[in-house]
């Protein structure tokens, strides 16, 4: 089946630092992705839709300055924490809608964040 | 804006049974689709099953079947002959026709009894 890879799985950084995760579909094209956040024996909570060469559309009560989205080809997304506080340690996890089927959406494996 | 309701945080069952776990959403759009979700420990969402709204007949994919009730916006997911490997969070989802993000319920905690 296809497959949507995110980078890093897991990652520490400190606090006021910047911090990316890349989102890829491996054999397939995605004009959308979307990336979610999910506490701890929580929901998935849309952050926002990502559309290739555009703007990403965020969520109400997402700050767009702080989780900067871009998705400079058809296969690559990429969500940057920007001056990262504790607070936004979590498990971030993106997904992908094959352009072919346009109905299909794949999940990524998600990414562990923890700012110290 | 769309909700998903899962009114069960958490349910068990002894192996080879048979267990129901509840989603109501709420939505004005006539066109959507419905989703159950499974997440192990790993955290890895893997699709249960899938429903479009404009189709009567339930989904059914080999153990696991819905009950999907359109006019009671009621789409519950039924898992016979229960197996040790379904233990896991299960998420009902809901997606808009116009191709949104997925709204997800808080999920359903399932505990397999050997």
């Known amino acids: 089946g296809a497959v949507v890879s995110q980078h890093p799985s897991r990652v520490i950084c400190k606090s006021g630092t910047s911090v990316k995760i890349e989102c890829r579909s491996l054999?397939?094209?995605?004009?959308?992705m979307f990336w979610y956040r999910q506490f701890p024996k929580q929901s998935l909570m849309l952050m926002a839709t990502?559309?290739?060469?555009?703007?990403?559309?965020?969520e109400q009560g997402v700050e767009k300055d702080k989780f900067l989205i871009n998705h400079a080809s058809l296969t690559l997304s990429t969500l940057t924490v920007t001056s990262a506080h504790p607070e936004d340690s979590s498990f971030y996890i993106c997904s992908a809608r094959d352009i072919r089927t346009g109905r299909s959406i794949y999940f990524g494996e998600g990414s562990w964040l923890t700012v110290v | 804006a769309q909700t998903v309701t899962q009114s069960q945080p958490e349910m068990s069952v002894q192996e080879a049974e048979t267990v129901t776990l509840s989603c109501t959403y709420d939505?004005?759009?006539?066109?959507?689709?419905l989703f159950w979700y499974k997440q192990p420990p790993s955290r890895q969402m893997i699709l249960v099953i899938r429903q479009e709204a404009y189709k009567q007949q339930n989904a059914t994919e080999n153990r696991f079947s819905v009950n999907f009730q359109k006019a009671a916006k009621s789409f519950s997911l039924k898992i016979s002959d229960s197996q040790l490997g379904d233990a896991a969070m299960y998420f009902c989802a809901y997606r808009g026709g116009g191709a949104d993000g997925l709204t997800f319920g808080k999920g359903t905690h399932l505990i397999i009894q050997p």
């Open positions: 054999d397939f094209q995605a004009t959308t």
């Open positions: 939505t004005s759009e006539s066109d959507y689709y």
């Open positions: 990502s559309n290739e060469g555009s703007k990403a559309t965020y």
